[in-house]
């Protein structure tokens, strides 16, 4: 069938028209594609092409108050490998092994991977400034020294459960290190090179380099003279009564700032992995819940003079040993009782039915509430992690004896940074705050502060006046009292002892305690407190007013000079007992003839210097209390010299 010259060109134009339409399509895609897509292609194409060369950021610096460093980085490279690179994988795993100290079968697995980067792991990270200098001398293809670091803490074990530590790759695992993490780690930088598919670097086009961020420096409320103390007398414990375990806590309990916070068993941050996970994984002053014994007592006297339901000095209260509460006898930790005593005497003795008898005055909801109110049963908010909230009995479930043993610290379940925080707020006049650590943070590149903590005050819970009181009553317990091995000489100490029976598994173990003691300085105006508690110490009479007393009072005192607190006499006076270490006040010298101090100074040895007749120096200073028997050194002279 012939077709007409008209069809014909019909058909042309239609496949000329859809041929025009094709190409437009193509036309305007090659057009998107070379002008709109070409930063975007471009860039694919140098990512495909690019191979990068990690630069660690370095971890910001921990610091405390003073800026003594605590935690910092030391320079550490790592072997980094771009398998493309390789020529010859067998050898380069080979002398690579021999430098590292590694397998050579799992260094040639590592490098030959389908990967564009490979880190020798562990042996090639973090490796020392010299061997990282071996490597280079090699000059192997693809085989690179990445800049990076390792974690170094100057101090040791010092501070451990609380600055925690960082891991392999820069991450904070514990501790500050980890609830910080993000504004510690900074951000990684790195160099970008460019080569083809076989691994050829192209020189034609130019090395990029991302600098890293540096983490931001953290300043802590801790003292490090003040830790040190901790840290050495937790230590001379550690050796003297082989204890299950040992925490001290020193705090501003005008601030909640943490001055310092140590555990026994501790470790040292970069050799964690040489100790059992239960001893770096535990920071026993928030996660460990015990009962409190006799330290809690605070919080029933607080309550009970709050209500003003108790006259310390006037009312009186009659021990025979024991008080029965639903027809259960609770017993006094003096066999036999105190027999009639003021309620001051009740709090210097630890009196177990004395403080029985302010819970009942209390009731069980009023002292529920006032328990509440102090912080048990809660977390503190300390910026820590892994804090535990104590248990306490439900409402519904607390009948008469349950309230009985509360009121002196039997039944209930409370941690170490919950008995300190809730002092702290019967002792500062009235007001609990969030203990914390954190002070501020610094930008490492200008100094600048870059953000602030302050004090979180969460509420009053006494007056001014009920605080006064319970700073007197456990003054008297230092001066007077079961506290009096706390007692530190020109300085008004304050505290509580504690001794609280363990339990496991339902049960109450035989001798086995924990021992504690909570103090605080000066008593008229408190700068620290401090929080002592030693588990199961061995062979001792197990008390927290011969065990755990002692050591607060060394902290207390020796913190306080450190702190530039002046000492005072203005203070209750300790009252000797038989066995006391007795201490002499340093008699006035000065101006006296050598003669005369043959009589007289019988409790003091007196050693003299010089040639002259007359006193013109003296050392100690008059009026200084000294251990009887010591020693005090004099400079004779003529009666018209002036000792120097």
């Known amino acids: 069938m012939r077709v007409s010259n008209v069809t014909v060109r019909k058909r042309l134009v239609f496949i000329l ?94 490098i030959t991977k389908k990967v564009s980067t490979v880190y020798i792991k562990p042996e090639g990270r973090k490796i020392s400034n010299e061997k990282a200098e071996e490597v280079r001398k090699l000059h192997l293809p693809g085989v690179f020294i990445a800049e990076d670091y390792k974690r170094h803490y100057p101090h040791g074990s010092h501070l451990s459960h609380v600055l925690g530590f960082a891991g392999i790759d820069n991450q904070g695992l514990i501790g500050l290190e980890a609830y910080y993490d993000n504004l510690l780690k900074g951000e990684r930088g790195h160099v970008a090179f460019f080569s083809d598919a076989q691994g050829n670097r192209m020189s034609q086009l130019k090395d990029q380099y991302i600098p890293p961020k540096d983490g931001l420096n953290l300043v802590l409320t801790i003292d490090e003279r003040i830790q040190s103390i901790i840290e050495r007398e937790l230590d001379i414990a550690e050796q003297k009564y082989h204890p299950d375990n040992a925490i001290a806590i020193a705090m501003n309990p005008n601030t909640g700032e943490i001055l310092g916070m140590s555990t026994r068993p501790n470790f040292n941050p970069e050799n964690y992995q040489s100790v059992s996970p239960e001893v770096y994984n535990h920071n026993l002053p928030i996660w460990r819940t015990y009962e409190p014994g006799s330290t809690f007592k605070v919080i029933t006297l607080a309550a009970a003079l709050q209500e003003n339901l108790v006259d310390l000095q006037n009312d009186t209260f009659n021990d025979p040993g024991y008080i029965t509460v639903a027809g259960t006898d609770l017993h006094c930790w ?50 820590l992690q892994g804090e535990a909230k104590g248990i306490l009995f439900k409402p519904d479930k607390m009948g008469p004896l349950e309230a009985a043993t509360t009121a002196f610290g039997q039944g209930v379940s409370v941690t170490p940074i919950q008995q300190i925080a809730a002092v702290s707020a019967a002792i500062n006049g009235g007001y609990l705050y969030t203990p914390y650590l954190a002070k501020e943070w610094i930008d490492p590149d200008t100094g600048e502060v870059v953000s602030q903590n302050v004090p979180q005050l969460k ?186």
């Open 17 to 110: 028209v859809i041929g025009t339409l094709i190409f437009g399509v193509f036309a305007v895609r090659l057009g998107y594609v070379q002008f709109y897509m070409n930063g975007w292609l471009t860039k694919q194409a140098l990512d495909s092409w690019s191979r990068q060369i990690p630069y660690e950021a370095e971890r910001g610096d921990i610091l405390d108050r003073n800026g003594e460093i605590l935690a910092t980085n030391v320079s550490r490279p790592s072997v980094l490998v771009v398998p493309k690179q390789v020529r010859d994988p067998a050898k380069t795993a080979e002398k690579l092994a021999k430098v590292l100290g590694a397998n050579k079968e799992k260094i040639y697995k590592d």
């Open 334 to 383: 003096k066999r036999g009782g105190h027999g009639h005593e003021t309620y001051l005497e009740v709090v210097e003795n630890s009196c177990n039915p004395g403080f029985v008898k302010l819970g009942e005055m209390l009731g069980k909801d009023r002292l529920l509430s006032y328990i509440t109110k102090f912080g048990f049963g809660q977390k503190t908010g300390i910026d």
């Open 459 to 644: 509420r009053r819970v006494i007056s001014e006046e009920t605080s006064k009181k319970v700073r007197y009553a456990l003054e008297s317990v230092v001066a007077n009292g079961t506290g009096r091995n706390a007692f530190v000489e020109g300085y008004r100490v304050g505290g509580k002892t504690g001794t609280a029976q363990k339990v496991q598994n339902g049960r109450y173990l035989e001798n086995n305690y924990i021992l504690s003691f909570m103090g605080f300085a000066p008593a008229d105006d408190p700068q620290i407190i401090v929080y002592v508690a030693i588990d199961n110490p061995k062979g001792i009479v197990q008390f927290g007013g011969t065990v755990a007393a002692p050591i607060a009072g060394k902290i207390i005192g020796d913190s306080l000079q450190v702190l530039g607190v002046q000492k005072r006499t203005n203070g209750l006076e300790k009252e000797y007992r038989w066995g006391d270490e007795v201490m002499v006040t340093v008699p006035d010298l000065i101006g006296q003839n050598k003669k005369s101090l043959s009589q007289g100074y019988y409790d003091l040895k007196i050693e003299a210097e010089g040639t002259g007749d007359t006193v013109i120096k003296q050392q100690p200073e008059p009026g200084v209390k000294v251990k009887s028997g010591s020693k005090i050194r004099i400079y004779l002279g003529d009666k018209n010299d002036k000792g120097d």
